[in-house]
C-alpha cells in the first residue's frame, strides 16, 4: 500500500529525506537508490533496498513508483526526463535545474506527456507560518499587495566553498518562489544593488539587496545575509493597501534574564523548516500516489531559473534586468494578468 | 507491521482518535471499535473492522494489540483493568478514573504486572511550546522554579450543561498536571478562591483562583476562565531564582491594521493542541509496538483525582486541603523529595 | 511666579527631588531645607535656599508656599501635621505615617482643615504605561475586572538591611495602591503565602505571593520578588469578563544577536520609573500652585497603611486578614460600594 | 532669566510651539510674534507678547533674544539670515530652505559669524526609541551598519492638496535626516522606484520605494506610505555585521480580546512625536540661553535639502541620482569619510 520510492543522490540532504520517509513518515519506502559513489549509497539505503548502478535502472526499475531527486543539479535534467518519459511522480530538489534551456526541455516533456508528475523542492510553500501568512493576504481584508519585503540571514556560509553569485543563484530563489506563490505574482524584472561588505565574510559579496518588480506592479525587497552569525533568520512582511502582516517570530520561550526579554533564533534552516521539510513530503506522497504532484511545479522550477539568471546579469550591469517568461502552460493552472 | 488497534467509544473524541489513527499517523490502523450505542460503533468504524458487542470482547480479541480507551469516566476503571489483564498497551483519555480507591486499584493491578501499559491522555505534554518551557526549566540557567502561574481560558462552555465544579474537576487537571511534570513536582496542597462572578456565565462559578503548593516548595496559581469569550487562552509562566520563562504567543501572523498591531488566538482547544494530540498518539503507537507505555502514567492520573478531589474540598472548605499521595511504586520513576 | 518649596530631608531620595524641582521641572524653586544632619542640608540647598534649623522653622517660614517631606518615616506625622496647620501643600514620600492611629490624625486634621494639601508618593499612578492600562479598563469594553496580577520583581536588595518584613511593609504598598487605583475599588482583605526562598537572598523570606481581596469582590495576585538578578521588573494584567490587558515591555530596541531577540529590561527603579516621578511633581507643583492637592490622598496613604499592617498579620497567621477602613471623609471622594 | 522668544508664524504648527513654550516647558517665554495675517498673530499671542508687523522688525527688537521660525518655507532664508545677522539663535521648521542655493547662503552667513545660531526641525532625533536605537549603533557590539529599513506611513493625507511630490519633498526628508543620524554617515545618491499604486489614494504616487546610498556604503531602503489608513506606524531597523536592531513597538497596553492580541497604533504625527517636540525645545532652550545652537544644523537642513532634489530627479530620470555636498565647514562637525 505504501508508495515505493527510489532515491538519486545519497548526500546530506538525500539521507535526510530517506530518514524522513522511513522513519517520519506514513505512507512510503525507499525500495531503491543510486549515488555517483557506490559505497555511499550502499552506506545510505535501508534495509532491503536495492542499490542500482545507475539513476536510469533506478528510474526504469518496477519496483520504484516514484522518484526522489537528490543529486547534484547539472544531473537534474536528464534524471526529471527520464522519470517524465517513464510516467513516474518525481520530487526534485533545488534547483530544478540549471539553464532555462534545460527547464524548458523539461517543461516540455510534461506537457507533452500531458499530467503534472514534478514537484520542485521550494518547502518554505509548506511552511505553517508561510501558510498562514498567505491565508491573510488571500482573505483580502488588507487590500491588494503593494510591497513585499523578504528577509534570508544565514548564521554562516563555509569559507572558500561559498562564491559571491550563490547569494544570487542559491539563496534568492527561495524568497523568489515565496514571493511569487505569497502575491501570487510573477517576476517581471530585477535589480541588485550591493552595499557595504560585512567584514565577516572577507571578500564575499554580502549582504545583498535585491528588488524584484513584479506583474501586477508590485515591488519585492529582498535583504540576503549569508553572515550574520547569530543564526538563522528569514523574515517576511507584506504591505497591502490596508495594512500590514509579516511572518511572526519563531515561538520559542520568551526568557526574562540578564540577557533581557528574549526568544531563541533558530541555529540553521534544518531548525527553522524541519516541519515545512515533513509536510512537503506527506502531501507529495499523496499527490504521488495518486500519479501525479500538487506542490511547486516545473513552471516555478522554469520561474526560479529565470530569476536568478536575471540576478547574476543584474548584478553585473547594475540595470534592471527583466524577466522574460513563456506563456504559462494550461497544465500550470491560470496565468497571471499584468496590472493594467 | 502497524500496531492493530481497538477503540472503545466512539463519541466526539473517539471519532477524532480514529481520524487521526487512519488519516494523519503512521504505524498503526484501527481494526476494533465498541460504543455503549452500537450504531454509532458501526458509523465510526473504519473499514474492515470489527464492532464488538462489549468493551470485554473487544480487549479479548487476538486481532487487537492495544486499545484506546474514549469511553466516559465512570467505564474506565474496569476497561483499563481489562487491558492489563490481558496484557494490552492502553491509551486511556482523561479522567484516568473518578475516584481515588479506582486509581490506586489500577495502579496495584500495574505494578503487580510489572510493566508500563496505561498512558493517561494529559496531551499538554506533548506540545512543542511546553517542551521547549520544560527544556528551559531542566537546563538549569535560570535556577530552581519557585513560582508557576498557569493561565487557563476557554472561549465559553456549554450553558446549563457546565456546571461550577468542573472547573475544578475537568478543567484544573491539566493545569495540576502540567505543572508537576514542568516543575518535576509532587502536589501536596490545593486552595481555592473564588472572585467577583462574570457575568458572561450566570450563575457559575468563573472563574476560578486555585494555588497548588510543591513537595519542593513552589507554589502554582492557577487562573481558570471558562466563559473569556475571546479565544482559547492558555498561559504560562514560571518565575526561577535567575530568571523567567514563559509560553510565547502562538505563531499566528502579526498583522497591522484599524484594530492595532495584533496576533489572533486560538478558537478552542482544538485549534490550539492539534499537534500535540498528534505527537501524544505518535510516541504512543511506538512505545505501545514495544508492548509498554512512556508518556503520563497512572501515577499521573492518581495524582490528579486527588488534586481534583482536594480542590473540591478546597472549594467548600475555604483551606489548604491536603493532597496525601501514597508512596511511589518504582515503575513510575524516582519520587520527588519533599523540600528540606 | 515659581512656587517656592521647602525640602524636609536631604537624603538620596531628598537630594534627587531638589535636583528634579530645580534642574528638570518649571513652575517651581526649593528656598528652604532641613536635614537632621545639618551638613547634609547645606551640602544639598542650592544656591539662595536657607537652611533651616528644625522642620518647625522651615514650615513656618513666610518663604516657603510648599513643602515636600523627604525625611524618614516616623518624623512624618508631626511634619505633615504641621503642614496642614500652616495651610500649606505637601509632597509626602512613602510612607504616610506608620501607624493606622497616625494616619488616622493627619487625615482628622486635613478634613478639619476642609481642603486637600497632602499629596503621597504613589508615583507610579504617573506612569505612562499604568494611566494607559487605566483608561483601558475604564473605558469598560472589556466589562469588569475580576482578577488582577501584580508583578514587582527587584534586581536585588542590599544583604544584611533588607529584612523579610520589608517585601510586605515597602514594595507591597506599591502594588497595593496601583491596584486600588487601576480597579477603582477598595482591599478589604489580604493573604500571604510564602513559597520556597529563592537561594540568592540567603535566609530572606522571598519571593512572597500575596492575595488582596477587593471590595467589589476582585482577587488580586502580586508577586514580590527582590533578588532576581535580573533587572526591575515591572508587570500588571488585569483579566476581565470580555478580555485582558497587560503592561506592554518596556519600549527597548529590538536587539537579534547571539543572546536571541531580546529587548533590554530596566536596571532599577530609577530607570523604570523617571518620567513617573518627573509627571508626579509636574501635577503637584500645578495643584500646590492652586493651593491644594490632587493626587494619592492621605486617604490613599492609610488604606496602604493598613494594607501592610494587614500583611504582617497575615504572614504570622496565615489566614485572610480583614482590613477594616473608617467611613471614607467626602473629601477623598465617593467610597467604593462593595459588591451585591 | 527665561529665554525670551519671538515666534515668526503663528499657524498650526507655530500655535502649538506657543503653547509648548508657554506651558509645557520651563526656562522660557514668549515676548514676541509676527505673522503674514496679524489677526492670527494677535490671536495667537501670549499675554503680553508684542505682535509686531515685519519679521525683521520682531528679530530685531531688543526684547527678544531668540526666533522661532514657524512661516512657510520660501520666507525662511530671508529670516534667517536675518537672525544671524542680529547673532540670535534660532529655531527652523522644515523645510530649512527650499533651493541649495539658499541653504548655501544661509550656511555661509552661519560660518562667516563663527559660531552656530540655527536648529534645524528634524524631531526625531529627539524622540527616546529613536536615540536608544542609535545608542545601541553606536556601542558598536553589532558591528558597522550594512543596511537600514526606514518605514514612514501616514494614516492619510488631505486628498487633492498632497501631491505626488510630496512624499519625496516633506516625508522622505524625515527618514533621510534620521539615516544620517542613526548611521553617522552622509547620502550620496538617491533611487526611487514606484509600485502599483494604493487605490486608497487615487491617482496619488503611493507607496514610494527609496533607496538612499552612503558614503560609508550602507544602503537605506526607505518605504513610504501615505494613505495606510490604520494609524501613523514609523518603523526602523539596521542590519549591522553581527546582529540587528530596530525601533519597538509604542508602549500600548497589550489587550486579548476577539481582535486577538494587540496593542494600538498611534494615530498621527502628534501622538507618536509629542514627547520628541517636548525635549527637542527643552534642549533649543538651554543651547540658545547659551547663544548657540546644537541639534540638527544648517548643514543637516542642507543635505535634506539636496536628497529631496536628488529623489524628485530620481523619480524622473529612474536612475541612481547623485547628492553632491560641499565640502563640511568645521562649525559643522566632523566630515564622514568615505568608505576606502
Redesign the interface.
Known sequence: MSLRIGVLGTGMIGQDHIRRLTQV???AEVVAVNDIDRSRAEAAAPQGAKVHDTPQALIASDAVEAVVICSWGPAHEEQLLGCIAAGKPVFCEKPLVTSEAAALRVMEAETAFGRRLVQVGFMRRFD??YR??KA?IDAG????P??Y?SVHRNASVPAGLYTSEMPLNDTLVHDADISRWLLSDEITGVEV?V??????GGDLRD?T?V?LHTA????V?V?I?VN????Y?IRGEV?C?????????????????????????PEDWRERFIEAYDQEFREWIVAARAGTATGPSTWDGYAATLVADAALRAVDSGRLEPVRMRGKPALYGTPIAA?A
Do not use: K, T
Request: proline share 8%; aromatic share 2%; charged share 25%.
Open positions: 513518515l506514513s505512507g505553517a507560518d498562514r501568512l491573510v481584508s488588507l487590500g491588494a503593494l510591497l519585503r544593488r552595499p557595504r561588505r560585512s567584514s565577516r549582504p539587496l528588488l501586477a506592479g508590485a515591488i525587497s535583504e545575509s550574520v552569525g547569530y543564526g533568520d504591505s493597501e490596508d495594512g500590514i502582516a509579516a511572518l511572526p517570530n519563531r515561538p520559542a520561550p520568551v526568557v526574562s534574564d540578564r540577557h533581557g526579554i528574549r526568544q531563541a533564533i496590472a
